[in-house]
């Protein structure tokens, strides 16, 4: 068996490629077999911890109480753009209850999220923390912050993404308010423009979009002298570990982060925030555990969201086919430091020779940007997929025939890597069949009204989801003969924890009622973060290795108890079987005394020279109320390609969420900001409108369920991003299917639409 050896792998997340440096030990497993009559793997199973979660049983980390615990409450900055010239804390320290305030003239220097400092000289967009107080209760917390007199001294400040960009914007970053986020070129897209028979120049615009994950963000802090635990609604235990142990001056092993349960999370949980170092700041000073967790409107201003983006697309087409295509774009990125490239998709998706595309970030005074859900290919994806149906219909092609032309090539054209899998033309071939395709009409078909008019509409999803190194699983056996499965991972909702327990019981031999699984703590070995869709595929393929190496142990073990060769036993429903017997395990472990057995398991490097990509595509049935100009979406069909389906109740339960996310995105969900007071008008529920159970349409679900081999050992790719990455660009492409009016501003709300119809009419 090869010992440990330090290899090298290239992994792919939200769109970038990534080269690390990792140790493995021992051989990876072939890809796992299929069909087996006991397989747990491909079998719809409900949620192992579903009970917890209805029944209330499941500990979140806003339920977390712990004896003695302080509240913290944050004083944020009602202006967009001031310098803090004083702060007056004499009557909130005189509050009854009041343990300690926080704020930039007594906080320690604490570097953290690139900067020195917790509470910045000069705030910078409303909401920007400005001082924290700890209190015994959270009432007596926000009397305490109500009574902190700040002194501010205005400037001036921009917001709307457009009005940063323009010539007479204040310039709010020294380094400018637009900065380079990402170029490519491929051919000689200007000649092929020159020469091409049809051309397209179109501008499209997205808003930006909030999380509002159920459960806000929050944290829990206790110090004990020399550790410090920290209870986090996190995508990332092992990522808050590290942000807090580098902002606080710790050794590894004096943090643990935990997080058995959370209440969603899209990309703004990948690691912690201010309030995590908050609470943990005041806990080591106070002794006492401390609790700060976000409201709703906090969670609105200061926890993140998706850019608002304006997107200049031209598309050039000869003989059938596109010949050439440029994507210039700009994201809002408030107060954040990166963009989430809305080029991706151009880049990659079709197989188009000339190909020119330039990203720009945007600095306004407005709250960071964070990951969410596929960052910048929803963006993307919207401006793409609308940009190719309009070129489709100058050349007189149908949409979905224009887009088999581009996508039968077997390679990244990014890299000329070939691809592990591609299944795209069968997603093609099951959506259009599912929703009816071959009945659509150029012009749209009559509503179920005089006044609707019915219409079809498709787009192409591309994504990672690969996976990656580094990521340990442990199995041990118990003596009553169950398996305890530990990964540093967390369920962030997704159904993770049911699908490793598939995996290892499927590879062991085991009941799924017979693997208990133990996750969300950095006390475990180390899992990556729940994002780029990289869960199952990086830890999937590491629970069977170190379920396999457990089986072997057992049959060897069991071999000696029963006096049989191990070569002649099998592990079959959590029993030892062996010609014409059955031994079940909880009668062999305890003739063990006591023995502990135990496996591990370690991810394995990507594949060299191959590409690891998901792909997709939805079709949407649309209707509109040209009176009015609203949308009625009747019936998504969301096919994909994402390598072997583990669990296929908890893989459609993952699309249908991303679909109704998307449609979110697509049709109602737009922050609004007033420009002259820089403040979030809409930062609540009942302003912000999340689409609800009244607003689902029929959604139908398909997968091509072809395991990738070359991808991993289990042959699983992720699946928590692509669903929502095509449907807003699928609606938008039936709305104008159905109406002959484009609306190329996401949402697409009623006043678009109406503005588009009567720029139809007009022309």
Known sequence: MPGLRVLKSRDEFEGEIYTSTVIVEGDDLPASRDGAPTAEIGRARPRVDGRNRVTGRAMYTQDVRLPGMLHAAILRSPVPRARVRAIDTKKAEALPGVRAVLHRFNAPEIEFRGEKTLF??????????????????????????????????????????????????????????????????????????????????????????????????????????????????????????????????????????????????????????????IASLLSMRLGRPVRCVLTRREENLAAGNRSATLQKLKLAGKDGRIVALEHESWSNSGQGRWAANPTGPSNTLYDIANVSSTAHRVTTNAGALSAFRAPGYVEGTFALESAVDELAVAMKVDPLTLRKRHARSVTDPRTDNRYSLKRLLECYAIGAHEIGWSKRRNAGMRGSQPHRRRGLGMATQIWGGGGGPPAYATVHIETDGTAVLRVGVQDIGTGTRTAIAQVCADELGLQLDQVTVRLGDTDAPYGPGSGGSVTLASIGPAVRIAASEVREKLLVAAGGILEMPASELRIERGSIVSKGARTPLKEVMPKLDNSTIIGTGIRHPNPDKLAIKTFGAHFAQVEVDVRTGEIFVEKIVAVHDVGRIVNPLTAASQVQGGIVQALGFALTEERVVDRGLGRVMNANLEWYEIPTSMDVPEIVVRFVDVPDRKANNLGAKGLGEPPIIPTAAAVANAVANATGARVRHAPMTRARVLKALAMVEAS
Request: hydrophobic share 40%; charged share 25%; with cysteine.
């Open 120 to 277: 910045r000289d000069e705030v910078k967009f409303v909401g920007d923390e400005v001082a924290a107080v700890a209190a015994d209760d959270s009432q007596v917390a926000q009397q305490a912050i109500a009574l902190i007199e700040v002194d501010y001294e205005i400037l001036p400040h921009v917001v709307d993404l457009e009005e940063a960009i323009g010539p007479k914007a204040p310039k709010i970053d020294p380094d400018g308010n637009v900065h380079d986020a990402g170029e490519y070129k491929r051919g000689d897209f200007r000649k092929a423009f020159k020469d091409a028979d049809v051309t397209i120049d179109v501008t499209y615009r997205t808003s930006t979009q909030m999380h509002n994950a159920l459960e806000t963000h929050g944290a829990v802090a206790s110090w004990d002298g020399d550790r410090l635990t920290v209870w986090e609604s996190t995508q990332a235990v092992f990522g808050v570990r590290n942000m807090l142990k580098d902002a606080l001056k710790l050794q590894p092993t004096q943090v643990r982060v935990i997080c058995e349960y959370m209440g969603g999370g899209f990309g703004a949980k990948l690691g912690t925030y201010k309030y995590g170092v």
